[in-house]
């Protein structure tokens, strides 16, 4: 079965950075895109960035343009996403999605 | 704010068909297929409906899509309790470069 499992999540001051890690597992990892969708807190979805198989494409939300950067190790099979300069607007459960169709449980990012 | 437009609720009796709506532009819809998610209370968003009108294993044959033009729709037939839930539509929009979510709507069973 596919599964997807976030962490790193946590609170963080305004300016701070914070590193998510998705542990992929039960798909060939190395041949998917991967996204990162975020919701706040009684809201709705909202894509953060995604990336495709062999980190040659990648694509990302204005508002988090040039502070945040979606990565993959696919010999480890882990996808992660580096948040730096974090503002009070970027708090949310992330998401870890696989080809728009598998999602995880979501790891919460507190800016505050 | 959402390039795609979804009435914020829906509401029908048990057992009656409610119908969702998803607006968007020649950007997205107009040239991309459409999925529709569910996302039941406390929990991870689950994929409904993938390219327009495919139902993934396992979700009822009482969910059905379709997309027109720069619209899509998601019908829920035979409407059961379990199917309160807040439902996105979703799709690649070509000038943004980017995925782009609807506004959601939220489906009460009365």
């Known amino acids: 079965d596919v599964q997807l499992v976030e962490s790193g999540g946590g609170l963080v001051q305004p300016g701070g950075s914070l590193r998510l890690s998705c542990a992929a597992s039960?798909?060939?990892?190395?041949?998917?895109?991967m996204s990162w969708v975020r919701q706040a807190p009684g809201m709705g979805l909202e894509w953060v960035a995604n990336i495709n198989h062999d980190e040659s494409q990648k694509h990302y939300r204005d508002s988090v343009k040039g502070r945040f950067t979606v990565s993959r190790d696919n010999a480890k099979n882990f996808l992660y996403l580096q948040m730096n300069s974090l503002r009070v607007e970027d708090t949310a459960v992330y998401y870890c999605?696989?080809?728009?169709?598998?999602w995880g449980r979501g790891s919460l990012v507190t800016v505050s | 704010q959402s390039v795609l437009t979804q009435p914020p609720s829906a509401s029908e009796t048990p057992g009656q068909r409610v119908t969702i709506s998803c607006s968007g532009s020649?950007?997205?819809?107009?040239?991309?297929?459409v999925n529709w998610y569910q996302q039941l209370p406390g929990t991870a968003p689950k994929l409904l409906i993938s390219?327009?009108?495919q139902r993934p294993s396992g979700v009822p044959d009482r969910f059905s899509g379709s997309r027109s033009g720069t619209s899509a729709s998601l019908a829920i037939s035979g409407l059961q309790s379990e199917d309160e839930a807040d439902y996105y539509c979703a799709t690649w929009d070509d000038s943004l470069s980017g995925y782009v979510f609807g506004t959601g709507t939220k489906v009460t069973v009365l």
């Open positions: 020649s950007s997205n819809i107009g040239r991309n297929n």
């Open positions: 999605v696989r080809e728009w169709g598998y």
């Open positions: 039960g798909f060939t990892f190395s041949r998917d895109w």
């Open positions: 390219s327009n009108n």
